[in-house]
């Protein structure tokens, strides 16, 4: 890895970046495809550039987090590993490799238990990801998520967990629509900074008349 990494370098990297992202993710099927990233990045630079964050780790950051998910690796450990064997190929400073990783590692929802991100730029690409579940694409993830896992769409019988466990959280069965009362509809009042805020509100208010529509048709009110 350098010592620092340069304008050029930079740009080299970041292509060099989405090549190795989007060919892991290009056969997705479970909403963490090529697209997810291809937004999730999108609006990393958008925040970035609002808030003032470094471009480059940020950036960085967003087209790799989903390398590492542990849905898609054999454990957590291990898509931070591949991660980090790719970076190490990269001519990526050693500072700005550490806190890619780190931003990767502690980003994700993990049942709302997470501590708060320790920098701005994780603090950006977290809203990233997160407002990707937050809105009108967020409400076709879920349903697709939830057919590739087995969950039926809706079960009356099946509450909405209030408290739950990492380990349930992964490995208990659900519904779709239990889906937005255990994460989705909480991720508004989970975002970081005042830019990525904005943007969630709205996209929060459609999921909410979304849901409440939901249920009507369920009932047959409408």
Known sequence: MAASTDKAQQDDIIAAAIAFARDFHEK?????????????SKMTERL??????????????ALLHDVADEKLNESK?????RVQSWLESQPVAAADCGHVIEIISTMSYNAGLNPPMRTLEGQVVQDADRLDAIG???IARCFLYAGKIGDPIHDPGIKPRDSIT??????EGS????HF???LLKLKDRINTPSAKAIAEERHRYMERYVTQFHAEWDGLL
Do not use: C, M, P
């Open 136 to 138: 009108a694409i967020a």
């Open 28 to 40: 997705d099927d479970t909403g963490h495809d090529w697209w997810h990233i291809q937004r999730v």
């Open 175 to 178: 519904t779709a629509i239990n």
């Open 48 to 61: 970035a550039e609002a808030e003032g964050a470094n471009r480059f780790v940020a950036l960085l950051a």
């Open 166 to 171: 990492k380990e349930q959280y992964r490995n």
């Open 77 to 81: 450990e291990s898509g931070l590993r």
């Open 181 to 183: 009362y255990e994460k």
